[in-house]
């Protein structure tokens, strides 16, 4: 817009613009970065997925160089910074951070089932400035035990992301029961969980885990019979604890009885007591590698320090996960009963920075979402801030500086925001960068 301004001014004035900038880039070889402000907001997301409202989306990230009321010919060079991080829209509310050097928890959310999850996530990464997602996390339908046992069609598109770098880790919810969120009757629940401690259904599970090795993801971690403790799933655990954990036992010495499997088994029940405590369906450290939960901003008016100490509360996971020398996840978190809850969302992300769970997913669809869901616009901020431009690794490779222009005058200093002058590729690709004006430029010439 400023470079249409530009554009409007005599031919004479861009001539001579360009004329000094030549100079003092040929005087000099390069010249200060300017005219290419970092990153102004996310791209929205495609048609295929929930775009969020403008007016509730966070405030684009500002850019730095302010607006030029003069014109000076400055030579730009292709941008060698990383974006900046936007301020949090409220900056005493900014989520605790690691300190530098130190690990960052493996993040990503949940945004659909099959390829349209895959395809997401790339636009929600925009969304967070560039961060990247490196936990892809879906489930298997648990309608029937054909689903269950993972067709090609389902899984292709996820192993293709998992294995497209060594870092990422795919999350695999598996029901243990088909049918699983058909309202079977307690009794039918009983004997489903016995027939499978007895082995009727191994033949299943073989067959998923085969499919897994066969699709290199051999290392997924599955989150097996989830929420276990609530009465949602045919696959739960209340009618009769002692079978459902032989019955786990059983899956996971069928699955890691294939050829190549790397697989982890989380443990995953929902946060607090529910239908039975969790703790009476745990199968044992022989079978669990990670101890799960699922935690959502509920019961309504329930703070999020009561959810903390309630029992079989977040801290009580902790403990457990301690005592059992086991690491934490959370596969399902978000808001819920009590709205767009923006301390909630601070709450949870310093938990998590703390903690330090293997990885964590929020599940983003409405009520619980903060990209799809544009329900949540406080929430959105707080997410998009503590996230924005993140690096995950261990130790981020320095920032390079900015190369050094001695021959260029001292006095008084060249301002740092101008507008790019157009004159095309190849003038730019002669003069190693793009030519920048601003509107003082006889000023600090005289």
Known sequence: MVLQQCRARTRRL??????????????????????????????????????PSASTLPDAVPSAAPQASTVTPVLTNPPVTEPSKPAPANPSAAPTTSAPGSERPAFGAFLDSGDRGVQAMSKFSSWLGGTELRVGHTYLPGDLWSNIEGTRGFLEGWARWRTAKDDRIFVLNVPMQERNEAGVSDAEVRLLLRQGAAGHFDHHFRALAERLVALK?????????????????????????????RYWNRIVTTMRSVPGQEFRFDFTPSRGRDA?????????????????????????GVSFDEQVKEPYGLQAQVDFAKSHDKPISYPEWGLFRNGDNAEYMRRMLDWIDVH??????????????????AANPRSSRVYRSALFGRVDEPTASPTPSLPTTPSLPTAPLLPTGCSPLNLGDWAERWLGGRLCLRLDWWSWTR
Not at 284 to 294: F, H, P, R, S
Request: net charge negative; hydrophobic share 35%.
């Open 14 to 51: 861009a001539v001579v613009a360009a004329a000094v900038a030549v100079s003092a880039a040929l005087a000099s070889g390069t010249g200060f970065a300017a005219g290419t402000g970092p990153f102004a907001g996310p791209p929205a997301p495609s048609a295929a997925i929930p775009t």
């Open 217 to 245: 993801v051999p290392d997924t971690v599955l989150v097996l019979g989830w929420e276990m403790n609530g009465t949602t799933y045919t696959h739960r655990c209340g009618p009769d604890p002692e079978a459902w954990k």
């Open 276 to 300: 039975v405590p969790w703790t009476q369906c745990y199968p044992g450290d022989e079978t669990v590698d990670i101890i799960g939960m699922d935690t959502y901003d509920q019961p309504r």
């Open 356 to 373: 330090k769970p293997l990885y964590n997913t929020l599940t983003d669809y409405c009520p619980h979402g903060v990209w799809q869901c």
